[in-house]
């Protein structure tokens, strides 16, 4: 297939998953909704885990399966779009959770409907009725269509043609630079006409972007038991099916695995590479993010058009360039650095630790929104004005309430973007040096996933197979453990501290 | 705000940015202990100050003093905003046991206090299950129970329902005179100002337009609008009132009389003529016409009107004593 079919292929596949996940995503966003109490963070993680599932394990899982459809391409087209619909569907039910209401309400609809009596009344409130839902489903539809039109790592595995993988292809296998980027003209062209829409929305609405949990339409019985299939089966096959065939893999060769110590030694200096690079380019988009929020809500209805123009300025460089995705900013990156004065961070990890970064800013923003971590919070202020009491027992109970109302949700946002950094292949794939020396370890050392990556297309062994399991597992237990561990220190060090 | 034996906070110059327009703008007020009341239409700043007093909202402009009154409790303020400010992770019981102090003046158990506030079935129940009402209602009686020596509530007991708002009211007051606590509260009902504030604070469009004593406000009020911040007024002239002896030194032109100083007096020779007469729980409404002019007033009446019918004659009577 040539790279323009591919580019075919990938529009309608997006304008597919786009047009389905639109009603998906309401039956989704409903169910964390109207979850109250402590089910809400259960029905948050049910509903929101396709979004952190690595997508080396998703495509790697299924490698065997995928070759078993090699003769039914359409069966093997179709399965590869309901994995990748199934795992954007949550990233569209956060945005849509995200969204402002509808500038019209269905009560004003019905009052505008009271009144109308010609056809003429009907004719006039037609606008009126499109403003209702339209404007809500702008979001969700550009990032449905963006995210699944910059799919690369699923596609690369499960060798689905798309013009993602015909670009990575192209550029791995040698073609020149300006060769490279005329590829890519059209697919930025056409990212860059959905993202302006995107943008004048996420503009227009900076200050009413929160996580609306209350104000929401009663789902109906039959949208809610949807909403719960589709979560369900969107965890089944991002999670469930793919770790058990990599893990069923690994377990029959994990004796043979253990005795290897030189595998074992350099599987664990891969991972704690990938680690130690992926911490700080969290962080750091983190940080980031937080800026780029600041700068929303600093947004002054007083000022000027073009004041509005310059104060966003900044906003638009730290978030634009990650909305194209992770390929491009890559190849962009990749193309930088073969010029002066870059030339000689070729070799080095800035350049991947850069394409991390960028890629990772508009993803770490949608969640400072989500979660507001870094907004005046009220509950947040009274635990603060708890923590004047000169009292022990308040002044345990204030520092409490400070690590569950500020720090836990900023952890928390934290080690998604922990584990989505480590899970950019891409990236990473494109710009990692040769080896990165940064255990002073003479031999070659890599991020475990692009050792990983690099082994995958070959086929599936039981070393791969417990490499892959290590590659989810150790970040995971890491996490769980630094989760029990941090609001102990947090407690510890506040403990003494007397207010001023 | 009058004179000052005990300033609390000490404003000046305070300036607080807003989307369109200062939220605060250049606001000058000191505020004394006892018990103070802002008022305010909508918009006009009443939570950006509290935001202010409580040090939650940052001036851009001016300075912000507090200084907590010496009492025996030892956390200096507390404050009720007006999202209730839940920790969402924490049950009702939880929101009173996390606050109360471990020497309390009032040794009263969390359970009381759900008690006091007919919260104890709700003890369980975290707070994104509980009503409008039964939340404002948790955030009061979890600001009560923390025994500040300073409460800052914005529009308390809002949601709740009259029976209740009126307990917990009663509960508020109680806790003032028990535990001498100064209180700041924005509102919009008179009667919470009238029954529990010594002053208050006025605000439109984030400036102030009256800082005083309730009383002052509700007798000798500067303006109309500010006057009906404290409930319905006549505003009545000079020549409007025959009874010149009653009122003598009092009524000059254009001088509001509230509804309980008020009395129509049925008298065929009086000037004015009864169009309708509206009865309701608080305060009575009646239209009038002028004989000679046909100018039309209304006028409000704290008590039932069931002696004055629709084309009675009548004259106003103004208590001097009461006014």
Same mark, same amino acid.
Not at chain 1, 57 to 71: A, N, Q
Not at chain 1, 97 to 117: D, G, M, Q, T, W
Not at chain 1, 193 to 217: C, F, H, K
Not at chain 1, 312 to 317: D, K, Q, T, Y
């Given at each position: 297939?040539?790279?323009?079919?591919?580019?075919?292929?990938?529009?309608?596949?997006?304008?597919?998953?786009?047009?389905?996940?639109?009603?998906?995503?309401?039956?989704?966003?409903?169910?964390?909704?109207?979850?109250?109490?402590?089910?809400?963070?259960?029905?948050?993680?049910?509903?929101?885990?396709?979004?952190?599932?690595?997508?080396?394990?998703?495509?790697?899982?299924?490698?065997?399966?995928? /070759?078993?459809?090699?003769?039914?391409?359409?069966?093997?087209?179709?399965?590869?779009?309901?994995?990748?619909?199934?795992?954007?569907?949550?990233?569209?039910?956060?945005?849509?959770?995200?969204?402002?209401?509808?500038?019209?309400?269905?009560?004003?609809?019905?009052?505008?409907?009271?009144?109308?009596?010609?056809?003429?009344?009907?004719?006039?409130?037609?606008?009126?009725?499109?403003?209702?839902?339209? &404007?809500?489903?702008? *979001?969700?539809?550009?990032?449905?269509?963006?995210?699944?039109?910059?799919?690369?790592?699923?596609?690369?595995?499960?060798?689905?043609?798309?013009?993602?993988?015909?670009?990575?292809?192209?550029?791995?296998?040698?073609?020149?630079?300006?060769?490279?980027?005329?590829?890519?003209?059209?697919?930025?062209?056409?990212?860059?006409?959905?993202?302006?829409?995107?943008?004048?929305?996420?503009?227009?609405?900076? %200050?009413?972007?929160?996580?609306?949990?209350?104000?929401?339409?009663?789902?109906?019985?039959?949208?809610?038991?949807?909403? =719960?299939?589709? %979560?369900?089966?969107?965890?089944?096959?991002?999670?469930?099916?793919? /770790?058990?065939?990599?893990?069923?893999?690994?377990?029959?060769?994990?004796?043979?695995?253990?005795?290897?110590?030189?595998?074992?030694?350099?599987?664990?200096?891969?991972?704690?590479?990938?680690?130690?690079?992926?911490?700080?380019? +969290?962080?750091?988009?983190?940080?980031?993010?937080?800026?780029?929020?600041?700068?929303?809500?600093?947004?002054? +209805?007083?000022?000027?058009?073009?004041?509005?123009?310059?104060?966003?300025?900044?906003?638009?460089?730290?978030?634009?360039?990650?909305?194209?995705?992770?390929?491009?900013?890559?190849?962009?990156?990749?193309?930088?650095?073969?010029?002066?004065?870059? &030339?000689?961070?070729?070799?080095?990890?800035?350049?991947?630790?850069?394409?991390?970064?960028?890629?990772?800013?508009?993803?770490?923003?949608?969640?400072?929104?989500?979660?507001? =971590?870094?907004?005046?919070?009220?509950?947040?202020?009274?635990? #603060?004005?708890?923590?004047?009491?000169?009292?022990?027992?308040?002044?345990?109970? +204030?520092?409490?309430?400070?690590?569950?109302?500020?720090?836990?949700?900023?952890?928390?946002?934290?080690?998604?973007? $922990?584990?989505?950094?480590?899970?950019?292949?891409?990236?990473?794939?494109?710009?990692?040096?040769? #080896?990165?020396?940064?255990?002073?370890?003479?031999?070659?050392?890599?991020? !475990?996933?692009?050792?990983?990556?690099? @082994?995958?297309?070959?086929?599936? #062994?039981?070393?791969?197979?417990?490499?892959?399991? !290590?590659?989810?597992?150790?970040?995971?237990?890491?996490?769980?453990?630094?989760?029990?561990?941090?609001?102990?220190?947090?407690?510890?060090?506040?403990?003494?501290?007397?207010?001023? | 705000?009058?004179?000052?034996?005990?300033?609390?906070?000490?404003?000046?110059?305070?300036?607080?940015?807003?989307?369109?327009?200062?939220?605060?703008?250049?606001?000058?007020?000191?505020?004394?202990?006892?018990?103070?009341?802002?008022?305010?239409?909508?918009?006009?700043?009443?939570?950006?100050?509290?935001?202010?007093?409580?040090?939650?909202?940052?001036?851009?402009?001016?300075?912000?003093?507090?200084?907590?009154?010496?009492?025996?409790?030892?956390?200096?303020? @507390?404050?009720?905003?007006?999202?209730?400010?839940?920790?969402?992770? !924490? #049950?009702?019981?939880?929101?009173?046991?996390?606050? /109360?102090?471990?020497?309390?003046?009032?040794?009263?158990?969390?359970?009381?206090?759900?008690?006091?506030?007919?919260?104890?079935?709700?003890?369980?129940?975290?707070?994104?299950?509980?009503?409008?009402?039964?939340?404002?209602?948790?955030?009061?009686?979890?600001?009560?129970?923390?025994?500040?020596?300073?409460?800052?509530?914005?529009?308390?007991?809002?949601?709740?329902?009259?029976?209740?708002?009126?307990?917990?009211?009663?509960?508020?007051?109680?806790?003032?005179?028990?535990?001498?606590?100064?209180?700041?509260?924005?509102?919009?009902?008179?009667?919470?100002?009238?029954?529990?504030?010594?002053?208050?604070?006025?605000?439109?469009?984030?400036?102030?337009?009256?800082?005083?004593?309730?009383?002052?406000?509700?007798?000798? *009020?500067?303006?109309?609008?500010?006057?009906?911040? !404290?409930?319905?007024?006549?505003?009545?002239?000079?020549?409007? =009132?025959?009874?010149?002896?009653?009122?003598?030194?009092?009524?000059?032109?254009?001088?509001?009389?509230?509804?309980?100083? &008020?009395?129509?007096?049925?008298?065929?020779?009086?000037?004015?003529?009864?169009?309708?007469?509206?009865?309701? +729980?608080?305060?009575?409404?009646?239209?009038?016409?002028?004989?000679?002019?046909?100018?039309?007033?209304?006028? $409000?009446?704290?008590?039932?009107?069931?002696?004055?019918?629709?084309?009675?004659?009548?004259?106003?009577?103004?208590?001097?004593?009461?006014?």
């Amino acid at each position: 297939m040539s790279f323009h079919e591919a580019f075919v292929w990938t529009i309608l596949r997006s304008v597919a998953a786009t047009t389905l996940a639109v009603p998906m995503s309401i039956c989704l966003s409903q169910l964390v909704q109207q979850a109250t109490g402590r089910s809400r963070f259960w029905w948050m993680l049910f509903v929101l885990c396709p979004l952190v599932a690595p997508d080396l394990i998703i495509g790697y899982g299924y490698r065997s399966f995928e /070759l078993s459809l090699l003769h039914r391409p359409v069966l093997n087209h179709c399965f590869y779009f309901v994995l990748i619909l199934l795992k954007i569907l949550p990233a569209a039910a956060v945005i849509r959770i995200c969204s402002p209401p509808a500038p019209v309400s269905k009560a004003a609809l019905h009052c505008a409907r009271l009144i109308e009596c010609g056809v003429a009344e009907k004719r006039q409130h037609r606008p009126m009725r499109l403003n209702v839902e339209l &404007l809500r489903h702008i *979001p969700v539809c550009g990032i449905v269509f963006l995210l699944s039109m910059q799919e690369f790592e699923i596609a690369s595995l499960l060798q689905i043609p798309a013009w993602t993988v015909h670009v990575f292809d192209a550029q791995a296998s040698g073609l020149n630079m300006a060769a490279t980027l005329k590829l890519l003209f059209g697919p930025v062209l056409l990212q860059a006409v959905i993202l302006v829409p995107l943008l004048w929305w996420g503009l227009a609405n900076s %200050a009413v972007i929160v996580p609306r949990w209350r104000s929401v339409d009663c789902a109906s019985g039959s949208s809610r038991w949807l909403g =719960v299939i589709v %979560a369900s089966l969107a965890a089944l096959l991002t999670w469930v099916i793919p /770790l058990a065939f990599v893990t069923r893999s690994g377990l029959s060769g994990i004796g043979g695995v253990l005795e290897n110590q030189v595998l074992l030694r350099s599987t664990f200096l891969d991972l704690a590479t990938a680690i130690a690079l992926t911490i700080p380019c +969290a962080i750091l988009s983190l940080v980031l993010a937080r800026k780029v929020i600041q700068i929303f809500h600093g947004y002054d +209805a007083t000022q000027s058009d073009f004041a509005k123009a310059v104060s966003s300025v900044p906003l638009l460089l730290t978030v634009v360039p990650g909305l194209f995705g992770s390929l491009v900013v890559s190849i962009a990156i990749l193309v930088a650095t073969q010029h002066a004065p870059l &030339l000689d961070l070729r070799t080095t990890a800035w350049p991947m630790a850069a394409a991390l970064v960028i890629c990772l800013v508009p993803r770490a923003t949608i969640l400072v929104a989500f979660l507001p =971590v870094f907004r005046s919070s009220e509950s947040a202020f009274l635990a #603060t004005l708890l923590g004047k009491s000169r009292g022990r027992t308040r002044l345990k109970n +204030a520092a409490d309430l400070k690590w569950w109302c500020e720090c836990r949700p900023m952890f928390l946002v934290t080690a998604v973007l $922990f584990y989505w950094c480590l899970a950019n292949l891409t990236a990473a794939a494109i710009l990692c040096p040769p #080896t990165i020396p940064l255990f002073s370890f003479n031999g070659n050392v890599v991020p !475990l996933p692009v050792r990983l990556y690099k @082994f995958i297309h070959q086929g599936r #062994t039981a070393a791969l197979s417990v490499m892959a399991v !290590l590659s989810v597992l150790v970040p995971f237990v890491l996490l769980v453990l630094t989760s029990q561990v941090a609001p102990q220190v947090y407690l510890r060090m506040t403990r003494h501290t007397r207010p001023n | 705000m009058g004179d000052m034996s005990n300033p609390v906070w000490d404003l000046r110059r305070v300036t607080l940015a807003g989307r369109d327009r200062p939220r605060v703008h250049n606001l000058t007020l000191a505020i004394s202990d006892g018990v103070t009341a802002v008022m305010g239409s909508s918009g006009a700043g009443k939570s950006s100050l509290l935001g202010l007093l409580t040090d939650f909202e940052k001036s851009d402009a001016g300075s912000v003093e507090f200084a907590a009154p010496e009492t025996a409790t030892d956390l200096p303020l @507390f404050w009720s905003p007006q999202d209730d400010g839940l920790w969402p992770h !924490l #049950t009702v019981q939880h929101h009173i046991e996390f606050v /109360l102090p471990s020497q309390s003046q009032l040794d009263r158990s969390s359970v009381e206090w759900l008690e006091l506030f007919s919260l104890e079935e709700l003890q369980h129940v975290l707070p994104d299950s509980l009503s409008q009402g039964e939340r404002s209602r948790l955030a009061i009686a979890r600001s009560l129970a923390s025994e500040a020596a300073v409460l800052v509530l914005d529009e308390p007991l809002v949601h709740v329902d009259p029976l209740h708002a009126h307990r917990c009211w009663q509960i508020i007051a109680e806790h003032i005179d028990r535990c001498g606590t100064t209180v700041v509260f924005s509102t919009h009902d008179p009667d919470a100002v009238l029954k529990f504030a010594q002053n208050v604070v006025c605000l439109e469009k984030g400036i102030i337009v009256f800082a005083g004593a309730v009383n002052e406000l509700y007798f000798d *009020p500067p303006s109309k609008e500010l006057a009906w911040l !404290l409930g319905p007024c006549n505003w009545l002239g000079h020549d409007d =009132v025959d009874g010149v002896e009653a009122c003598a030194g009092i009524c000059r032109p254009d001088v509001c009389v509230r509804p309980s100083n &008020l009395t129509l007096v049925q008298d065929s020779n009086a000037r004015f003529v009864v169009e309708s007469v509206l009865n309701a +729980a608080v305060v009575t409404e009646v239209k009038l016409r002028e004989r000679e002019s046909e100018r039309r007033l209304t006028v $409000f009446l704290s008590q039932r009107c069931d002696d004055v019918a629709t084309g009675d004659s009548v004259r106003f009577v103004v208590d001097p004593v009461l006014h």
